[in-house]
């Protein structure tokens, strides 16, 4: 092509037809959504960091989800070696990070500074409503108790003893279908039990999720409902279906689902029934001003990701944003741990972006040192 050309395409795509495309030679490489490459050892990441370009941009809203090697997954992009190798990172950064340590994080933070850019939607969108965010907790009802106590008594006795004998735990196959069993509990035990009769008056969060959706259609406003597990949407559309209250609902499986968004922002429906990993990114659901987190994910980054579909360009209205958390179980862990990830980010994004763009040429010998 003896033109200038623009080519869009998608990190599977790319990834599929890595020994064609790398071939071409790019002037810029811009990669949308670049958390896409944070795990490195990864065939979409790997094919991503093959590609033959003179400049590089990447543009994420979570340049760190989970831990601190994502971002080094990102800079082995923009610039290979500038954050050293994975092992030199891992021991200089992550490892000191996950402890606390400032230092590091000012460390991290100075270096990466003079390549990155950072605008707030507050900077961008400045007449964006207010976004209230709250904390409410609830307690086990009865059955849930006993699910739970059961689950715990035979499973997590169950890695007890594998730990204690020494045996090779997989976290994907031992304990994250532990975790995922008892989070489901505390959403609602029919999960569990698959006896979905009644839907209503065993589980208090549900419950008060459910009175809280039906205050909000009193007041003539909309809600979107966000979990990551099907079989409580399953259970929010049987109690919607009871009792009156229309809804559209997308998840991964979901057809046509932008005909379903434009009804709801044209207000069709009361509620939105949303997965949220397939929700989390790329739609606008702007005619609601209520957002319910039923449960929590992993990482701060993505429940911020899905709130954002509400509260963004077009929003007109306060958003309220309530995360319903069950007292006495995993979820206390988990806001905790939620809580230390976003402190995490702003010790190292935060500052990184909050300092004065300017720097000395002592500042930048020293910054562009290679690491040990």
Same mark, same amino acid.
């Given at each position: 092509?003896?033109?200038?050309?623009?080519?869009?395409?998608?990190?599977?795509?790319?990834?599929?037809?890595?020994?064609?495309?790398?071939?071409?030679?790019?002037?810029?490489?811009?990669?949308?959504?670049?958390?896409?490459?944070?795990?490195?050892?990864?065939?979409?990441?790997?094919?991503?960091?093959?590609?033959?370009?003179?400049?590089?941009?990447?543009?994420?809203?979570?340049?760190?989800?989970?831990?601190?090697?994502?971002?080094?997954?990102?800079?082995?992009?923009?610039?290979?070696?500038?954050?050293?190798?994975?092992?030199?990172?891992?021991?200089?950064?992550? +490892? /000191?990070?996950?402890?606390? $340590?400032? =230092?590091?994080?000012? %460390?991290?933070?100075?270096?990466?500074?003079?390549?990155? @850019?950072?605008?707030?939607?507050?900077?961008?969108?400045?007449?964006?409503?207010?976004?209230?965010?709250?904390?409410?907790?609830?307690?086990?009802?009865?059955?849930?108790?006993?699910?739970?106590?059961?689950?715990?008594?035979?499973?997590?006795?169950?890695?007890?003893?594998?730990?204690?004998?020494?045996?090779?735990?997989?976290?994907?196959?031992?304990?994250?279908?532990?975790?995922?069993?008892?989070?489901?509990?505390?959403?609602?035990?029919?999960?569990?039990?698959?006896?979905? +009769? /009644?839907?209503?008056?065993? $589980?208090? =969060?549900?419950?008060? %999720?459910?009175?809280?959706?039906?205050?909000?259609?009193? @007041?003539?406003?909309?809600?979107?409902?966000?979990?990551?597990?099907?079989?409580?949407?399953?259970?929010?559309?049987?109690?919607?279906?009871?009792?009156?209250?229309?809804?559209?609902?997308?998840?991964?499986?979901?057809?046509?689902?932008?005909?379903?968004?434009?009804?709801?922002?044209?207000?069709?429906?009361?509620?939105?029934?949303?997965?949220?990993?397939?929700?989390?990114?790329?739609?606008?659901?702007?005619?609601?001003?209520?957002?319910?987190?039923?449960?929590?994910?992993?990482? /701060?980054?993505?429940?911020?990701?899905?709130?954002?579909?509400?509260?963004?360009?077009?929003?007109?209205?306060?958003?309220?944003?309530?995360?319903?958390?069950?007292?006495?179980?995993?979820?206390?862990?988990?806001?905790?741990?939620?809580?230390?990830?976003?402190?995490?980010?702003?010790?190292?994004?935060?500052?990184?972006?909050?300092?004065?763009?300017?720097?000395?040429?002592?500042?930048?010998?020293?910054?562009?040192?290679?690491?040990?």
């Amino acid at each position: 092509i003896s033109k200038p050309h623009i080519i869009i395409s998608t990190y599977e795509t790319i990834s599929n037809d890595i020994s064609i495309v790398k071939k071409v030679p790019l002037f810029f490489l811009v990669l949308d959504e670049a958390s896409k490459i944070k795990n490195p050892k990864t065939k979409r990441s790997l094919a991503i960091k093959s590609l033959n370009s003179i400049h590089r941009i990447a543009l994420t809203g979570t340049p760190i989800e989970n831990r601190p090697s994502e971002l080094w997954s990102i800079f082995d992009f923009l610039m290979k070696g500038y954050l050293g190798r994975y092992g030199t990172f891992t021991r200089l950064f992550e +490892e /000191p990070l996950n402890s606390g $340590s400032d =230092k590091k994080a000012q %460390v991290l933070s100075n270096r990466i500074r003079p390549f990155m @850019l950072r605008r707030l939607k507050s900077d961008v969108a400045k007449d964006l409503p207010e976004k209230i965010e709250m904390d409410e907790w609830c307690e086990l009802t009865e059955e849930q108790k006993s699910l739970y106590g059961q689950i715990q008594d035979k499973e997590v006795s169950v890695i007890r003893n594998m730990l204690i004998t020494g045996e090779k735990l997989n976290y994907t196959k031992n304990i994250l279908p532990i975790l995922t069993k008892l989070k489901q509990v505390c959403d609602h035990p029919a999960i569990i039990t698959k006896n979905n +009769e /009644p839907v209503l008056g065993r $589980s208090e =969060k549900f419950d008060m %999720v459910f009175k809280k959706v039906k205050n909000i259609r009193k @007041l003539g406003e909309h809600v979107i409902l966000f979990s990551h597990f099907l079989g409580t949407l399953d259970l929010f559309e049987a109690a919607f279906k009871q009792n009156g209250i229309t809804y559209i609902r997308i998840d991964g499986s979901t057809q046509n689902r932008q005909k379903y968004i434009d009804e709801f922002n044209q207000g069709k429906y009361n509620a939105a029934l949303c997965s949220l990993m397939a929700c989390c990114y790329g739609i606008t659901l702007t005619q609601a001003n209520h957002v319910i987190h039923v449960d929590r994910w992993w990482n /701060p980054a993505v429940e911020d990701q899905a709130t954002d579909r509400v509260h963004r360009i077009g929003q007109d209205k306060t958003v309220y944003v309530y995360r319903i958390l069950t007292m006495g179980t995993l979820e206390e862990k988990i806001a905790t741990l939620l809580n230390r990830k976003r402190q995490l980010f702003e010790k190292v994004i935060g500052q990184a972006t909050q300092q004065n763009m300017e720097w000395t040429k002592e500042e930048l010998l020293e910054l562009l040192k290679p690491l040990d």
